[in-house]
């Protein structure tokens, strides 16, 4: 089994950046990369799928759909181009529009009077870009700064209340929310996508 | 920039993104088997098939526990299921970006399989747990599973009810330590 064989000449799997696993995944079909790659990715598409799909299920099987693209189709990926993340978020897209391409049935409307207030697909897809760099950079943060930055951030609680649920002391939540966000910074720089 | 503009910057979009939703734990080894082939997944354990009484006696023993009993049940996968209907919650005000979707199973004997989907509802505080309810007319509410979400807010919890049992009402409480309930998702 290659995931056996990659351990045997001593490869860190869980050391390799993101390109790499892709690069091993398309040249030697290894298992043990590409579900490392779920394991660091999973949440991340899941939530690009779920903004668009309002059912579950079908959310499961797109998520399902897009590792298999990304097996499939690894070779595809040129690092020259553009980040991994970059590319799996590109994956995650297309497989949801797929979904909801072959469920829609295709309408002809008439053309608007007034413009849409809504934001506009690219300012949409910017959006969901940007959500997903965030995600996976959230993901790739060690458990205990990883924690605190979602009770903070994602759910308003503050720094008292996550030391509570937490049973930290409030220095502890402190000094972990500032290490969580300089390594979201470093791993963001360049990420906001402006339009 | 120093560093205060940059936290502030990274503070924005961590706020913008909001929270990540938790896929269900059984999505890794489905997702393997659909990429790789199920032919290339080592299985470490043969799938174990139950004798009819033994499954009979244990299918008794998971009504009495849908009926009687709540399990602290944390990111628990299962495989797929025939879904017979959908029951979506949405956030009380105390929670209002939760939501939940109950996915109803087909009766398999005597139970049918529920599965909660949560999202967004921030896990609970020390002592606390969640707990989603069922109530059939005037009877009495059952507890039908406990559970609390991961930091990022969602858990996929997996329980049984009796194949016969119909509801009328369906919610989620928060139960506190000091025995306080309060509603935080409710029938949308």
């Known amino acids: 089994m290659r995931s056996q064989s990659s351990r045997l000449i001593g490869v860190d799997i869980a050391a390799l950046s993101d390109e790499d696993l892709l690069e091993r995944v398309a040249r030697e079909r290894d298992a043990e990369a590409f579900e490392q790659l779920y394991s660091r990715y999973s949440r991340a598409v899941y939530s690009v799928v779920r903004r668009s799909q309002a059912d579950h299920g079908r959310s499961e099987d797109v998520v399902q759909e897009a590792f298999t693209s990304v097996w499939r189709s690894a070779r595809g990926y040129r690092r020259e181009r553009g980040s991994a993340s970059g590319w799996l978020f590109a994956i995650a897209r297309n497989a949801s529009a797929d979904s909801l391409r072959a469920r829609r049935a295709v309408t002809v409307a008439d053309p608007p009077d007034q413009a849409d207030p809504a934001p506009g697909p690219d300012q949409r897809t910017a959006a969901e870009l940007e959500a997903f760099a965030v995600h996976s950079a959230v993901d790739a943060l060690p458990q205990r700064e990883r924690e605190v930055i979602e009770l903070a951030y994602f759910f308003g609680l503050s720094q008292s209340e996550v030391a509570d649920r937490l049973s930290l002391p409030l220095g502890t939540v402190k000094t972990r929310t500032r290490s969580g966000l300089a390594h979201l910074a470093e791993r963001l720089a360049g990420e906001r996508v402006v339009l | ?188």
């Not at chain 2, 990429?35 to 997944?41: C, I, M, P, S």
């Not at chain 2, 599973?145 to 996929?156: E, I, R, W």
């Not at chain 2, 049984?160 to 009402?169: E, F, I, Y």
């Open chain 2, 1 to 188: 920039m120093n560093d205060e503009t940059t936290f502030n910057e990274v503070e924005e979009m961590l706020r913008a993104a909001g929270p990540i939703e938790t896929p269900p734990a059984h999505l890794r080894a489905a997702a393997r088997d659909a990429a790789l082939g199920a032919g290339d997944v080592v299985r470490l354990r043969p799938p174990v098939r139950m004798d009819g009484r033994v499954a009979r006696v244990l299918l008794a023993a998971a009504v009495l526990t849908a009926s009687a009993l709540t399990a602290l049940v944390i990111g628990v996968g299962g495989s797929r299921l025939t879904i017979e209907h959908h029951i979506n919650l949405s956030g009380a005000p105390s929670a209002a970006a939760a939501s939940a979707v109950i996915d109803v199973g087909a009766a398999d004997g005597a139970v049918r399989p529920l599965v909660l989907h949560v999202s967004r509802l921030a896990p609970a505080p020390k002592g606390a747990y969640y707990e989603l309810w069922m109530q059939t007319g005037a009877g009495d509410p059952t507890g039908m599973v406990a559970f609390n979400t991961d930091s990022g807010g969602g858990v996929v919890a997996q329980t049984t009810m009796p194949a016969d049992m119909g509801w009328s009402r369906c919610w989620v409480t928060l139960e506190s330590a000091d025995g306080h309930r309060s509603t935080v998702l409710r029938v949308a």
